[in-house]
């Protein structure tokens, strides 16, 4: 049995649901869960948790309301030096990928980042990620070490555990005298519009379609298929299409009955918010573009030849 | 104002191809300067116009570094100091010991700036790794900076929002590919790079233990199983079928 130690992750009073994934993970090594939480008014969420966690450890401060590695690595150095844990788990996320090298570098345990998969083989623990900008998965061995730390890539461990009734512990915290980091406030992006969400159809386009003006070839495909425009990180950044048409971790999750990928590569940020799309189809001139991993159908190609031959035959009915 | 900008070279992603026998990947493709190593460095430059000051760029790499280190000098590097390994991967812990190993010995550090990860390995711990070795804090994944005096504030990318925060010098900043355009150097700029001073330095001089972290076991591309069928060469027959599967599926 190993000691997993999980750090909670929450946001504006909502616990993130990377936070159940890492509980999630006493199912592929068999272990305890101690999940910390640090914030300010957490009780409710700390209950909820408990409901899938062996134990909670529960610190609550003012200082801690929002996430900021300096205080946060305060909080949960003493912790981790009672605990001991085998694995200490957090996020691929914005807060995890800035804590979990810090830890690692602290109590020099080794580190794995992204994962998706996790196992204990012959007594050493092996994790997967993928690598080359999604292309490859490579399979990782951790040197012997009484600690191990890795962070979890979102959406992937999604295989539910039984319910537990864990006991919330509470423990005091107290800042330390100067710190040089401060947060300000969250900046939210105004939106209005399409709600892509709600769509059937939809017609997505990434960096591939190269410009604005050729943001029309798409939307003549949509309009031809019944369904809207939307688009990766990069064609939103671009302002060429708006906000609230951005599909993915830092845009929108979407389940339409079709999603067509038009010039996306399938960085695991955009994937997390489509694959469940019932039906997938991609189309991208890189044969080894990690959308294929995802897609039902795929067509190696250019999007200037095969979208214009899409929208033909369906006018021609 | 010094400015220590960690740069990185990687295989060029785009144009790895896979062996189809093993699904290992055939390595035999052009090395580069990352992506966001660019970005690292442009927003390095666009500070020193404002405040003054040196740009050191620190690389570490077994093999071929030569084109990144001209590169990113052309862009606006002062100086380099590249550290030599013997090639091999080299586990990201023992590369922030080094590069934090080189900042210590600049000594006038003031601000170091990091990609947020790169494009081959994703590890994303670089940059959280010097900081703590050199008991600075860090920002990360930041896509607009500002720098009044000896504080930054930064807007940090969340996976649902946005998020501002300050921070004092030293620190160590690392960036996402929206917080710049980087500059394609000029034909005189890529010529006066030669004459920038580089050091290079010996890993093994270094004093670190290499034995930590992590070992690659294998690196495959994974296999596909959701996909039904794929189409190479004639769009005419794909898009033929695809609409005839979306007549099936009862979508159109
Ligand atoms: C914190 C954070 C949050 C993020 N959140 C999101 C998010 O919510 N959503 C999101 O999408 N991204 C997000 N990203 C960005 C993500 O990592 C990728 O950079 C992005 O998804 C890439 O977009 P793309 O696929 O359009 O572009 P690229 O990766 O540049 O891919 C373009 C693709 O188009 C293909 N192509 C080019 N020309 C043609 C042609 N003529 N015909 C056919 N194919 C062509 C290429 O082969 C390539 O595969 C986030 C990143 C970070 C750091």
Redesign the interface.
């Known amino acids: 049995m190993k000691k997993i130690l999980v750090v909670a992750e929450h946001?504006k009073g909502e616990i993130?649901p990377v936070t159940f994934e890492m509980l999630n993970l006493s199912s592929s090594i068999p272990g305890e869960t101690t999940c910390v939480i640090l914030g300010k008014d957490i009780g409710g969420m700390a209950e909820e948790i408990s409901k899938k966690a062996d134990r909670v450890i529960m610190v609550q401060h003012d200082s801690l309301e929002?996430f900021?590695?300096?205080l946060y690595w305060v909080a949960l150095e003493e912790i981790i030096k009672e605990e001991n844990p085998d694995i200490i788990a957090l996020g691929?996320?914005?807060?995890g990928?800035?804590?979990?090298?810090?830890i690692?570098?602290?109590i020099?345990a080794?580190?794995?980042?992204?994962i998706v998969k996790i196992e204990e083989v012959n007594g050493k623990i092996?994790v997967h990620?993928?690598?080359?900008?999604n292309?490859?998965?490579?399979?990782?061995?951790?040197?012997d070490s009484d600690t191990y730390v890795i962070t979890i890539r979102?959406g992937e461990f999604k295989e539910e555990i039984d319910d537990k009734n864990g006991e919330i512990e509470e423990r005091s915290f107290t800042p330390p005298g100067s710190i040089?980091?401060?947060?300000?406030?969250?900046?939210?992006?105004e939106e209005v519009g399409v709600d892509i969400s709600k769509a059937?159809?939809i017609v997505s386009v990434g960096r591939g379609i190269e410009d604005e003006g050729n943001i029309e070839l798409a939307e003549e495909l949509a309009e031809a298929?019944?369904g809207v425009v939307a688009g990766s990180r990069p064609v939103i950044?671009s302002g060429w299409l708006p906000k609230e048409r951005q599909v993915g971790?830092?845009g929108k999750t979407v389940k339409p009955?079709?999603y067509l990928a038009l010039g996306i590569s399938g960085a695991f940020q955009h994937i997390v918010g489509m694959k469940d799309s019932e039906?997938?189809?991609a189309i991208n001139r890189?044969?080894?573009a990690p959308i294929?991993?995802?897609?039902?159908?795929?067509?190696?190609?250019?999007i200037f030849?095969?979208v214009p031959?899409?929208i033909e035959?369906?006018k021609k009915g | 104002m010094h400015i220590a900008v960690g740069v990185k070279q990687v295989?060029d992603?785009?144009q790895?191809?896979?062996d189809p026998r093993t699904l290992e990947?055939v390595y035999d493709v052009p090395l580069k300067l990352d992506d966001l190593s660019r970005n690292a460095l442009e927003e390095a430059i666009r500070i020193k116009e404002i405040t003054g000051g040196k740009i050191t760029v620190i690389i570490l790499n077994g093999v071929k570094i030569g084109e990144a280190v001209k590169e990113a000098l052309a862009m606006g590097g002062d100086e380099a100091k590249i550290i030599l390994s013997e090639g091999g991967f080299l586990?990201?812990?023992i590369t922030?010991s080094a590069i934090a190993e080189v900042i210590k010995s600049l000594k006038d550090v003031d601000l170091v700036i990091f990609g947020?990860?790169s494009?081959?390995?994703?590890?994303?711990?670089?940059?959280?790794?010097v900081?703590?070795?050199l008991g600075?804090?860090?920002?990360?994944?930041v896509r607009e900076l500002r720098v009044n005096d000896d504080v930054l504030?930064a807007?940090?990318?969340?996976?649902?929002?946005?998020?501002?925060?300050?921070?004092?010098l030293p620190?160590v900043i690392t960036v996402t590919n929206?917080i710049n355009e980087p500059r394609l150097p000029s034909l005189s700029q890529i010529l006066g790079a030669r004459k920038k001073p580089v050091e290079e330095l010996e890993l093994s001089d270094l004093g670190i233990d290499l034995?930590?972290?992590?070992?690659?076991?294998?690196?495959?591309?994974?296999r596909?199983e959701?996909?039904?069928?794929?189409?190479?060469d004639d769009?005419?027959i794909?898009?033929?079928e695809?609409?005839s599967?979306?007549k099936k599926?009862g979508?159109?």
């Open positions: 946001r993130r929002n900021n590695s300096e691929h996320t914005a807060m990928m800035e804590l979990a090298p810090f690692s570098e602290r020099d080794p580190l794995a980042t992204d092996h990620k993928y690598v080359f900008s292309k490859i998965l490579a399979e990782l061995e951790l040197r979102q040089s980091k401060r947060f300000i406030e969250y900046v939210e992006p059937d159809i298929l019944n950044d971790i830092s009955k079709l039906l997938i189809i890189d044969p080894e294929f991993q995802v897609a039902h159908y795929g067509v190696v190609g250019d030849d095969v031959e899409l035959r369906l | 295989y992603v785009d790895i191809k896979i990947p586990d990201t812990a922030a947020h990860a494009v081959d390995t994703y590890t994303g711990q670089t940059g959280p790794r900081a703590e070795i600075v804090p860090v920002v990360t994944q504030t807007i940090r990318d969340l996976e649902d929002s946005l998020e501002e925060v300050e921070i004092k620190c929206e034995e930590r972290g992590i070992e690659i076991l294998h690196n495959r591309a994974p596909v959701r996909l039904k069928r794929i189409y190479r769009t005419d794909a898009a033929r695809i609409i599967e979306l599926e979508i159109i």
